[in-house]
């Protein structure tokens, strides 16, 4: 059972305007949501926090959001947590190398963003190991 609470989305966006729609879709799906300026950060927290799911732009300074989505996969303390790419790059292959469970493309689109973190999060709670792949173009 999970804790009592909402869940916390944890995401990496510089742009400030982006920012305050993700804040929006994501506390109106009813989760919490924490923002962090940088890659390194963004490793730092989910293991402090072991977010519901993790979204990540590209381009964030000190590590960029691909290098971010790897390390994750690669720790064992952050290795179950859903990895969404969220990007104005045409990067879909490279965010599924880099073992993102989706990749999004900017614009955001409110109910596709939603959808995709609730049913990674869903498949990410009943334990299936297999790897789920969205792209929205």
Same mark, same amino acid.
């Given at each position: 059972?999970?804790?009592? #609470?909402?869940?916390?989305? /944890?995401?990496?966006?510089?742009?400030?305007?982006?920012? &305050?729609?993700?804040?929006?879709?994501?506390?109106? $799906? #009813?989760?919490?949501?924490?923002? !962090?300026?940088? #890659?390194?950060?963004?490793? !730092?927290?989910?293991? &402090?926090?072991?977010?519901?799911?993790?979204?990540?732009?590209?381009?964030?300074?000190?590590?960029? %959001?691909?290098?971010?989505?790897?390390?994750?996969? &690669?720790?064992?303390?952050?290795?179950?947590?859903?990895?969404?790419?969220?990007?104005?790059?045409? $990067?879909?292959?490279?965010?599924?190398?880099? %073992? =993102? %469970?989706?990749?999004?493309?900017?614009?955001? !689109?409110? $109910?596709?963003?939603? $959808?995709? /973190?609730?049913?990674?999060? =869903? !498949?990410?709670?009943? #334990?299936?190991? &297999?790897?789920?792949?969205?792209?929205?173009?």
């Amino acid at each position: 059972m999970p804790p009592p #609470g909402p869940r916390v989305i /944890l995401i990496a966006e510089r742009d400030r305007t982006v920012r &305050e729609l993700q804040k929006q879709f994501v506390e109106e $799906a #009813g989760y919490a949501v924490e923002f !962090v300026d940088d #890659g390194e950060e963004a490793f !730092v927290r989910a293991r &402090e926090i072991a977010p519901a799911l993790v979204v990540t732009e590209i381009m964030l300074s000190k590590v960029d %959001g691909l290098t971010l989505c790897r390390r994750l996969r &690669e720790d064992p303390a952050t290795s179950k947590i859903p990895v969404v790419v969220f990007s104005i790059l045409a $990067a879909s292959a490279r965010a599924r190398d880099a %073992g =993102a %469970g989706a990749f999004l493309r900017k614009p955001i !689109v409110g $109910a596709v963003f939603i $959808a995709t /973190l609730e049913r990674l999060i =869903a !498949v990410n709670s009943n #334990g299936k190991k &297999e790897a789920q792949w969205a792209l929205h173009r």
